[in-house]
């Protein structure tokens, strides 16, 4: 078992990390491999320890738990195996004539030594899938889990310790006090995921040292529905996206539907028809989706849903049991805008669908609130998709479906104002724990006098033309003609 932080060990695990990266132990692209194959084995032989943990903590369906957090996983730690040589090899930059004799480039540096927090919506994925980029890029990482799925982190910790160099990877368990321990001492960098109210107190912690800090937030991810749609494969996806994703709680889960008056009952008709399809005529007792996390987050839930003007506005779904932490499939129309459901991120499984005289006014809706982690749109029209993409400001924009853009090594997945800072997935990972140094090698041979005093007007008109690297000039000036 991992031990749990306590006062006087904050400083002495700095250290002993410190001491690993300082020493090198991180650094070859052996290492760094070979911890990636140890995660890539942790995968392969205990899927089933890992879908168990994940229905202890979420009741997750094993396909969620297999595909969503495992097979992504898997990928993830293939594409670092993969390209690791190759994003590790500098880049090469070029040069000027000021510089002339000369060669550069961009050498990807680990930062040192690093901090993970992760959250409990996707426990393993949002642990793991960072500590790829970490190790890929040569640091030293201490993982901390949270704790509010507590089989999750222990059979992080208990994996971790079993199969990863202690000596540069460590897990820490615990709550807030340990969270706030770690948070005391000086990271190379914090890569965070969870609330933004956390964001926040994790943004000033890391401000004390001057440490970069990766933000992965959520916000309110609207979805645009034109009238022109597929809505049968529209809802199924949305369905797909919302419900079928840890019963909305994710942080690029649909949080609230924008489409017209007219079209919004035939939305609200399909959803019913598919919802039922889905997750049966009782979807409280259906085994394919996931419960609430604990009774703090479903009290929080039942408290939106009960809110005045909000709870007479369901028109599908609504029922609830505290005792089995679930909450029913929720279609809610025409919320008030000020009310609770619609002032903060809803996390779980209540979508409003808001009604709009025409299209049009979506823009100025998802403009007047804070940036989203995601914004979806479904729709045929090809200028609609342009102009959505274009002028929408969103962690990232998916048309026609949702959160498969979470799946694609080749895009970066991370947020924009509130919803976040920094992006990971892929080589971006990779970069998120890298320092891009600029290198540049000098001859001693060509080296010229008029770089030094005494300065000279001759000497100040071919430093510019060489400074702006205009050939002509300098060769006017050199013979005399300038």
Known sequence: ???????????????????????GVTRGYEWRVSQLKKLLIICDNHEPEIVSALHDDLGKPELESSVYEVALLRNSIKLALKQLKNWMAPD?????????????????????????????NYPFLLSIDPVIGAISAGNAVVLKPSELAPASSSLLAKLLEQYLDSSAVRVVEGAVTETTLLLEQKWDKIFYTGSSRIGRIIMMAAAKHLTPVVLELGGKSPVVIDSDTNLKITVKRIIAGKWGCNNGQACISPDYILTTKEYAPKVIDAMKLELEAFYGKNPMESKDMSRIVNSNHFDRLSKILEEKEVSDKIVYGG?????????????????????????????????????????????????????????????QNKKLKERFAMTV???????????????????????????????????????????????????????????????????LRLLKALVNSNLVEVFKVLLGLS
């Open 319 to 379: 029922q609830k049991n505290r005792d089995n932490l679930k909450i029913a499939p929720t279609i809610l129309l025409d919320v008030p805008l000020d009310s609770l459901i619609m002032s903060e991120e809803i996390f779980g499984p209540l979508l409003p669908v808001l009604t709009l005289n025409n299209l049009e006014e979506c823009f100025d809706v998802i403009r007047s609130r804070p940036k989203p982690l995601a914004a979806y749109l479904f729709t």
């Open 393 to 459: 400001s969103a962690g990232g924009i998916v048309v026609n479906d949702i959160a498969v853009h979470l799946s694609l090594p080749t895009l970066p997945f991370g947020g924009v104002g509130e919803s976040g800072m920094g992006s990971y997935h892929g080589k971006f990972s990779f970069d998120a724990f890298s320092h891009k140094k600029a290198v540049l090698y000098k001859s001693f041979i060509g080296d010229a006098a008029i770089r030094y005093p005494p300065y000279s007007r001759g000497k």
């Open 92 to 120: 090469k930059a070029k040069t000027s004539l000021t510089t002339f004799p000369a060669s550069a480039e961009i050498v990807s540096e680990p930062l040192g030594v690093v901090l993970v927090i992760s959250a409990w």
């Open 1 to 23: 078992m991992a031990k749990v932080l306590e006062a006087a060990d904050a400083s002495n695990l700095m250290t002993e990390l410190r001491r690993s990266f300082d020493a």
